[in-house]
């Protein structure tokens, strides 16, 4: 591909509108991808203050395994599978990019009964010993049109949210349940947005 740059313009140019089209596309696929990981780090956190119990699992799992002295590296991911297990859960629950999927049949698929036991509640614990792949994650789309950057995604989330547990005790503000609305975004972010008090002794 050919890029120039037009100086006087001060623009970039590409040689073909063909090219243009391509660059665009995965301009905007770049950032919706940036922007399914926020969501669901959103969401997982959002689940996490509606479930301390699995909140101070993760917490224990990171202490063990990466201590209070540094932040979670990518190195550990691979010994925090609870972590992924989370992170895994949240993606069924909340999948971040329900509206790329213009071919998925059913807008339920990620909560069938059939495939998944009590599918609605957050149970990261039906994760335990499968040995998921990211790319073999339904929120991540099937076959060959699947998620290029699932590998990524599952990096990132699991860095970033493993981060905030890491450093602050997150506890909601008051008794009330954070809500878990959908809003109507292409990545299907929250309808209303995460707020929380944290600390971390
Ligand atoms: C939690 C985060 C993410 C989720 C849930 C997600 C989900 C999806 C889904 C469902 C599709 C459509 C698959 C299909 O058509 O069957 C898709 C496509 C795509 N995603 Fe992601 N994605 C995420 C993060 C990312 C990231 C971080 C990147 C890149 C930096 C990325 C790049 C792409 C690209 C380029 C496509 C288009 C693939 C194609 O049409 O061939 N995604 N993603």
């Known amino acids: 591909m050919e890029i120039i740059y037009n100086q006087r313009q001060r623009r970039i140019q590409f040689n073909s509108p063909a090219q243009t089209i391509g660059v665009a596309a ?35 799992e990171l202490d063990a395994q990466v201590g209070t002295e540094r932040l979670v590296d990518e190195h550990d991911l691979s010994n925090l599978p609870y972590l992924h297990n989370i992170i895994s859960e ?9 509206m790329l999927v213009p071919h998925e049949l059913s807008d339920d698929f990620h909560r069938d009964p059939n495939v998944w036991d009590d599918p609605t509640s957050f ?3 039906r994760f335990e010993g499968l040995q998921v792949q990211p790319s073999r994650l339904v929120p991540f789309g099937m076959g060959r049109k699947s998620c290029p950057g699932s590998d990524l995604a599952q990096r990132v989330v699991g860095l970033a949210l493993g981060s905030l547990i890491q450093s ?5 503000i008051g008794e009330e349940e954070i809500d878990l609305a959908e809003g109507t975004r292409v990545s299907m972010p929250k309808a209303k947005p995460l707020e929380k008090t944290y600390f971390r002794n």
Do not use: C
């Open 123 to 125: 149970k990261p614990e």
């Open 90 to 98: 949240t993606l069924q629950l909340y999948p971040a990019a329900p």
């Open 26 to 60: 995965a301009a905007v696929m770049l950032t919706v991808g940036t922007d399914a990981s926020s969501v669901t780090i959103k969401w997982a956190l959002s689940l996490l203050l509606n479930h301390p119990k699995v909140l101070e699992k993760a917490q224990t």
């Open 168 to 172: 602050f005790d997150w506890k909601r």
